[in-house]
């Protein structure tokens, strides 16, 4: 069956340095992943797409890399703040079908 | 509004119950989608509109839930006869034609059955 592993259920750095989520799927083939950031009590928010022919995307902080080989995302924030303090979700989409099959998300806390 | 809507926020109700949980997506956002989010997981698949129909309704979990969009806006998403492993929050996203694109979720619903 299909299934999405992000790394840790929580993950605490020192602000100011590059925290690291890892999103690994098996049993899936997709299309493209999708990064939404959740806080509590709020819905998730979207952060970056990358689809399965492109190896990176950036966006300000952020970049999030695609191996599709390895069948494994990587998220990176750098230059932490403890404002970045959230819980990261990987999703991923396959083709036509719209839907998104989410991971269970990474907790990071950033320690200022 | 400028960000998809949804109520009640929180619902309270007794097993047995029945329950209508209401979306109301971004104005213009032809998908619709629900997804149900249980305490420390990721969001999960219910069900999925394009305009006013359910183009796949596939993460339903059983025919007591069901979905309705009659206009192809606000949808409604009803539960009958609740149990308490319904107990979640239910999230209401919406988003563009295409194939691919990002999600707009609402805050969600949290439903619990006592």
């Known amino acids: 069956s299909q299934k999405i592993e992000q790394n840790s259920e929580a993950l605490n750095i020192q602000e100011g340095k590059t925290a690291t989520l890892t999103c690994n799927y098996t049993n899936y083939s997709p299309a493209y992943l999708q990064w939404y950031r959740q806080d509590p009590g709020r819905g998730p928010v979207f952060l970056l797409l990358?689809?399965?022919?492109?190896k990176e995307k950036r966006k300000e902080r952020l970049k999030v890399t695609f191996d599709t080989t390895l069948k494994q995302s990587l998220f990176h924030i750098t230059a932490s703040q403890p404002a970045d303090s959230a819980t990261y979700l990987c999703a991923l989409g396959a083709g036509s079908a719209r839907q998104l099959t989410f991971g269970s998300g990474t907790q990071l806390t950033v320690l200022p | 509004g400028a960000g998809v809507s949804q109520t009640p926020s929180n619902k309270v109700t007794e097993k047995g119950k029945y329950v209508e949980l209401r979306c109301d997506p971004i104005s213009g956002h032809t998908a619709l989608y629900w997804y149900r989010q249980s305490l420390g997981q990721g969001p999960e698949f219910l069900i999925y509109f394009q305009g006013t129909g359910a183009a796949d309704d596939s993460g339903l979990p059983n025919d007591r839930f069901f979905a309705v969009r009659p206009e192809g806006s606000v949808s409604t998403l009803k539960i009958q006869r609740t149990e308490r492993g319904d107990s979640a929050v239910y999230l209401c996203?919406?988003?563009?034609?295409?194939?691919?694109?990002?999600?707009?979720f609402g805050e969600g619903s949290r439903l619990t059955v006592l």
């Open positions: 990358i689809r399965e022919n492109e």
């Open positions: 996203a919406s988003g563009g034609q295409g194939a691919v694109g990002e999600l707009f």
